[in-house]
């Protein structure tokens, strides 16, 4: 499954199905089962039927109405500014992904008590973990 | 009305460009890839699980940010009450709410149930996409996974990335 069409051509694995729904909904729309299902089938569907190595099914779901959201994608400034502001716009948020760092990024502390107590079952690492 | 897919490989370059960084390095595979035709029907297979977008289950270490290699084995009958997200290169609010839209487990579960196919493998795999080293996903990573899936004697393998 993708939603990258460009990287997924770029990597060229032996099937895809493509998804054209912003990152971080691959496999659907949050609550909505009925849609997860659908698109579920129709990826099985894909590789099931696709005879061509390399060959990316598009399938036909549409995220919205006007797919404006692919405007904002890594695009913090308005496309409709001028150089200079632009400019100016990428400079107050030249990069909105998180700090990178070794420290496991638990989604709540309660979950890094549970990670501590429990001695991480099922966590396989493959370089020294972080201290 | 449905525009074309955005162009990830361009709007990174540009990104990259702007904030003065060197172009990043996409894998690009140009050679055909290998493709094995289905061993069986869908509804006789074994399916795999493998997906990419930070889950990991309470219990188990978080995901760290850089260059994170390591995975998680996640049992297929866990709930889905008890799956979390860290992942620093997109937006986690959805799949933190559901986390069906990146792993898509009780969807398949549902699907093994009415046959459509035979059944889950006992163990899905995860870890955190955001690794730049291309090289530790190829040398470390990907063959610890391609031999799992070899272990779980799986029939196919849905790849979940973000």
Redesign the interface.
Known sequence: ???????TR??????AA?V?F??????????D?PL??KI??D??SA??SIQV??DIRHLSY?WS???SW?DR???PAKTTATTTES?AA?KQN??D????????????P???R??MS?G????????S??A | MSRPPVDYIERTRSQYQSLGYPPYQWVENKLAPPFVPLSRPLHESRVGLIASGGIYRVGQMAFHFKDDVSYREIDTDAPMSELRISHFAYDTADARRDPNVVFPLQTLRELAHVSRIRELASKAYTFMGGIYSARKVRSLLAPALADRMVRDEVDVVVLVPV
């Open positions: 499954m993708t939603s990258a069409l460009s990287i770029s990597v060229n694995p032996p099937r493509f054209d912003p990152l971080g909904h691959t496999a659907g729309k949050a609550g089962k997860q299902r579920m089938i990826t099985l590789l099931d190595p390399g549409q109405d006007d797919d692919k994608v890594m695009r400019t990428s030249p990069d992904r998180l700090e990178r760092t070794t420290e496991p990024q638990y989604q709540s309660a979950d890094q549970a990670a429990a991480c079952p099922g966590c396989v690492f493959l370089e973990p972080p």
